[in-house]
């Protein structure tokens, strides 16, 4: 949802950007492992210590790169398997990180293993979000479903996360895990749903 509204203003917004990147020589690919690597090193830094909204700030920075080696593989015509491969599987290592270490902090400095636990929640639920997809496009169906795509966890997440390090009560991100666990937890079985009944239309 996020991912078809968003783009087109972010595209525009970052395209003078990776016109600059490539005229440098800067390939597509060094981006998304840059990216990938200052969101990690990010909420590696910041998250455990509590800073959670600075993090936030710095995280965000860093999750934009991801906009940008896909506005630099269409302009350079590197838009590939590899490319891709490649920034799907860097983007569950951000994700795994980030919602590891919200988790890491609640369960330590901040006290709230309430908070701590939907985390780790939403963290293995939107694994199993993005392996469903990706198992059922392999074996030849369409699984683009759902309402809890990416975008929408890393969003909820990251904008939460921040207003809790600014002041905003705690149980509002617990609220706000608590939905987007619930949210992930139908679009896997929105998606299992989906390519149960293509597998059943295929078998007749």
Same mark, same amino acid.
């Not at 440098?24 to 200052?38: E, I, R």
């Not at 988790?103 to 330590?108: D, E, N, R, S, V």
């Not at 990706?134 to 795509?149: P, W």
């Given at each position: 949802?996020?991912?078809?509204?968003?783009?087109?203003?972010?595209?525009?917004?970052?395209?003078?950007?990776?016109?600059?990147?490539?005229?440098?020589?800067?390939?597509?690919?060094?981006?998304?492992?840059?990216?990938?690597?200052?969101?990690?090193?990010?909420?590696?830094?910041?998250?455990?210590?509590?800073?959670?909204?600075?993090?936030?700030?710095?995280?965000?920075?860093?999750?934009?790169?991801?906009?940008?080696?896909?506005?630099?593989?269409?302009?350079?015509?590197?838009? $590939? #398997?590899?490319?891709?491969? !490649?920034?799907? @599987? &860097?983007?569950?290592?951000?994700?795994?990180? /980030? %919602?590891?270490?919200?988790?890491?902090?609640?369960?330590?400095?901040?006290?709230?293993?309430?908070?701590?636990?939907?985390?780790?929640?939403?963290?293995?639920?939107?694994?199993?979000?993005?392996?469903?997809?990706?198992?059922?496009?392999?074996?030849?169906?369409?699984?683009?479903?759902?309402?809890?795509?990416?975008?929408?966890?890393?969003?909820?997440?990251?904008?939460?996360?921040?207003?809790?390090?600014? $002041? #905003?009560?705690?149980?509002? !991100?617990?609220? @706000? &895990?608590?939905?987007?666990?619930?949210?992930? /937890? %139908?679009?896997?079985?929105?998606?299992?749903?989906?390519?149960?009944?293509?597998?059943?239309?295929?078998?007749?």
């Amino acid at each position: 949802m996020l991912n078809r509204f968003a783009r087109t203003f972010f595209t525009r917004l970052f395209t003078p950007l990776a016109k600059a990147l490539l005229k440098a020589g800067v390939s597509p690919d060094a981006v998304t492992v840059a990216g990938t690597l200052g969101a990690v090193l990010s909420a590696l830094i910041f998250y455990p210590q509590g800073q959670l909204f600075w993090g936030t700030v710095a995280i965000t920075v860093f999750i934009f790169s991801d906009v940008v080696d896909g506005i630099m593989a269409r302009l350079s015509g590197r838009h $590939g #398997l590899w490319g891709n491969f !490649l920034d799907s @599987t &860097l983007d569950r290592v951000v994700d795994g990180v /980030l %919602f590891s270490t919200v988790a890491f902090w609640f369960f330590t400095g901040g006290g709230d293993p309430v908070i701590a636990t939907a985390a780790l929640a939403c963290l293995v639920l939107g694994m199993l979000v993005s392996y469903a997809r990706a198992k059922a496009e392999a074996l030849g169906f369409d699984c683009n479903v759902g309402i809890a795509e990416r975008a929408e966890r890393l969003v909820a997440l990251l904008v939460m996360t921040g207003l809790t390090g600014l $002041g #905003l009560p705690p149980v509002v !991100l617990l609220v @706000t &895990l608590v939905l987007l666990a619930l949210a992930s /937890l %139908f679009t896997i079985w929105q998606r299992v749903e989906t390519v149960r009944q293509q597998a059943s239309a295929t078998a007749e």
